[in-house]
């Protein structure tokens, strides 16, 4: 019955403070005012309707993401929401569009890399979407391997401009979301020619399109790549291909490129080109800053993916009748939470991880300001390898939890499919999560060169097996004399193991912090212990040839892993509803606040365009004839 929160009786089972901890999840008092306030506020609005996406053609969905993001900008401005508040409205909005790339990408590359000059010129038009911006640096033939890029930009010192050109097929901008249909702009990435000189891949802010009539300029050939992975899902954001003829950026006043040629390089007026002394890498600081935010996006999507199949598994019921009495809730059974609650631990772990990388990256951008470059690699080998690691997971963890909800999990009303759909690319976009692992492997490698076998100085206790499994990982494989080529597919698993490492220690030094509400703490403590247990059991092989657990540690690890199951059990409907998802959020009739699953289910089947009738299109001209046997049947 509508109105009954069938949940009530799970509810009552917690043993902390739900209401604390949905602080603990948001991150501050003031995190969780705006996140409630924004979410509400979007799923009481018609305006930001999504439940009939999987019924739109490509371009009436495409039209219809148009519509919510200009209804949505309507509203930040109507409501004169801040910055914070704006970027909680898109997220809790929940479609991919252009403007997850022209505010989470295109605007941070300017005020990253951009010169006070250039953020002057083009930060204001950014944030008013006078402009709107894609960050346009994968091409058909190249995405990994960035330095092979083709496209290429051409300094003409009579002009005192730049000629942007794609000389091959291959070098078409290719991938790059909101390029398709709506950007007015790219960061271009492109070979930097000055002289006859060649100088790398660097970045240049290109007009696409005209501010009067959105025709793409002379010379930009700009298009939609086509339909991709999933109905809905992604297919609401125009990844574009793109092709320069010859561009000569004759659109703006002055140069535009961005000013990682300040800070990396310049070419001065007189066509030199002037190498700064900071690393190159730099170029590639509006991808280290988006992989950072991936990796708090993956708390975000396991966590909702985990309350659905965490509520649904208290909801359902299969077997174990005892004298005509409810069957058993599936929830209670030991495989079921064998599966799910390694998944709700992981979600606090990404959760907390996404925290402490948050001040990694804002600790290594004030160094850079500084000229203080000594802390570089280790940002990227975090970003890198945590945002590797917290989507394959995440990715993994969303389709388990479609199956731990059974076949109900399949249908588009669970949510489940287009979470699974919109999420995965995850493992692709801003980098592919091997490319980035053997980039951490690189990392590890240097630092065992230069530190020795021990890796890792000043961690947690309890993260010795996890440091002794690395270190061993690490020194199986660069003992011997072979390349890293050779080596890569070993490397990648010490990477992966180093990165477990990173995740379990800063769950562990979270818990060293004061964490107000009532076992609020222990129960992060149970989750934290979960997460840790889970993986020693997991790679149990790699553990035991270290020889810092025994085969008999591991049994016991076993055994308090089912033992932590069991004092989750109790407190899980809680542990989810702590993330404060609304039901318009989550978009699951699965996961619905108040269970009550099954005539919604009912409900929702007959809203499909296909029950608009109960005879189906078709039936005349195909079923009759076959039924009436007026087709010659084939002789038998
Ligand atoms: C339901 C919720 C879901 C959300 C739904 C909607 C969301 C929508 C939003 C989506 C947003 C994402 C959109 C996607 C955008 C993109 O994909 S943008 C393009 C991303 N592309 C990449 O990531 C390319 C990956 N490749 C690279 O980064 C580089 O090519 C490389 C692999 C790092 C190699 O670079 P290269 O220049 O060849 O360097 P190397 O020779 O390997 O190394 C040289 C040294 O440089 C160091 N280094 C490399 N990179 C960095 C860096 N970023 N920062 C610092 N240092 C770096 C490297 O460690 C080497 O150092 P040494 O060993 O000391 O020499
Ligand atoms: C949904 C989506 C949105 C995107 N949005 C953007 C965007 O806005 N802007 C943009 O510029 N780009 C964007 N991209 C492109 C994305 O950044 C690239 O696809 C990504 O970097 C992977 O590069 P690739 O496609 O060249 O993969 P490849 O590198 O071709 O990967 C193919 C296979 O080769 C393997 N491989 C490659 N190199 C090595 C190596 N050295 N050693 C071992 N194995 C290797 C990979 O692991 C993988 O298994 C987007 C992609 C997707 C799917």
Redesign the pocket.
């Known amino acids: 019955m509508e109105g009954v929160d069938h949940l009530a009786h799970e509810r009552n089972k917690s043993e902390f403070d739900v209401d604390a901890m949905k602080i603990v999840w948001a991150g501050s008092p003031h995190a969780f005012d705006v996140s409630d306030r924004i979410s509400k506020l979007v799923a009481s609005d018609p305006g930001f309707r999504k439940d009939n996406r999987s019924t739109l053609s490509r371009k009436e969905l495409f039209k219809n993401t148009l519509r919510k993001a200009a209804y949505a900008w309507k509203t930040i401005v109507d409501l004169r929401l801040s910055e914070e508040e704006a970027a909680k409205l898109r997220f809790y909005v929940d479609e ?1 569009a252009f403007t ?2 022209h505010w ?2 295109f605007i941070p590359a300017i005020k990253g890399q951009g010169t006070e000059e250039q953020q002057q010129k083009w930060l204001p038009l950014a944030y008013k979407m006078q402009i709107i911006g894609c ?1 346009a ?2 091409e058909l033939g190249h ?5 092979g890029l083709e496209t290429t930009a051409t300094f003409d010192s009579q002009t005192d401009e730049f000629i942007i050109h794609s000389p091959t097929l291959t070098s078409s901008k290719w991938w790059p ?1 909101g390029l398709g249909k709506v950007a007015t702009h790219a960061i271009a990435y492109a070979r930097l020619i000055v002289g006859g000189r060649e100088h790398g891949v660097h970045g240049f802010i290109v007009q696409l399109r005209s501010l009067e009539d959105h025709s793409p300029l002379l010379g930009i050939t700009v298009g939609d790549i086509g339909m991709k992975f999933g109905n809905g899902a992604y297919n609401t954001m125009d990844n574009g291909v793109l092709q320069f003829d010859h561009v000569l950026d004759v659109y703006s006043i002055a140069f535009a490129s961005i000013a990682v040629m300040l800070w990396v390089s310049q070419v001065t007026c007189e066509g030199k080109y002037k190498q700064s002394d900071v ?1 190159r ?1 730099l170029v ?1 600081g509006t ?2 800053y ?1 992989r950072q935010t991936i990796v708090a ?1 993956a708390s ?2 396991l966590s909702r993916a985990v309350c659905i199949a965490t509520r649904y598994s208290a909801v359902r019921r299969q077997f174990g009748s005892q004298n005509g009495g409810p069957e058993t809730q599936v929830i209670d059974y030991k495989t079921q939470q064998s599966r799910l609650f390694p998944l709700l631990a992981s979600a606090y772990a990404f959760r907390f991880i996404g925290e402490w990388l948050k001040w990694l990256y804002a600790d290594v951008t004030q160094r850079l300001q500084a000229n203080d470059f000594s802390t ?2 280790e940002a ?1 080998a975090c970003t890198a390898g945590l945002k590797s690691l917290t989507t394959t997971a995440t990715a993994d963890g969303i389709e388990e939890c479609r199956k731990l909800c059974g076949g109900h999990g399949y249908l588009c009303s669970s949510g489940l499919p287009e ?1 699974f759909a ?2 995965v690319p ?1 493992c692709t ?3 592919d999560n091997t ?1 980035l692992l053997l ?1 951490v492997a ?2 590890l490698m ?1 630092t065992v060169s230069q530190l020795g076998s021990r890796l890792s100085s000043k961690k947690p206790v309890g993260t010795i097996a996890y440091m002794t499994r690395v270190e061993h990982l690490m020194q199986c494989r660069c003992g011997v004399q072979r390349g890293f080529a050779e080596l890569s597919a070993d490397l990648v698993e010490a990477a992966v193991a180093h990165c477990q490492l990173i995740v379990v220690s800063k769950f562990i030094e979270k818990l060293q912090q004061e964490i107000p509400g009532k076992g609020v703490k222990q129960q992060l403590e149970v989750l934290c212990n979960i997460y840790a247990l889970f993986l020693l059991h997991k790679h149990q092989g790699d553990f035991l040839s270290t020889g810092c657990i025994t085969p008999k540690h591991a049994a016991l690890a076993n055994d308090e892993l089912r033992s932590l199951y069991s004092q989750v059990r109790p407190n899980a409907i809680a542990l989810v509803d702590a993330f404060n998802y609304t039901d318009h959020y989550l978009g699951s009739i699965l996961g619905c606040y108040d269970g009550n699953v099954y005539p919604k289910l009912y409900e929702a089947a007959w809203k499909d365009p296909l029950n608009e009738s109960v005879v189906p299109d078709g039936y005349h001209l195909y079923i009759r004839p076959l039924l009436k046997q007026e087709i010659r049947t084939a002789r038998l």
Request: glycine share 10%; with cysteine; charged share 15%.
């Open positions: 991919p997850d790339l989470g990408m960050y640096q994968t995405g990994s391997n960035v330095q979301g690393p890498q590639y991808m280290v988006v996006d975000c999507a570089l690699p990227h979470l919109v999420y995850a976009y801003e980098g490319v980039q690189r990392f240097k």
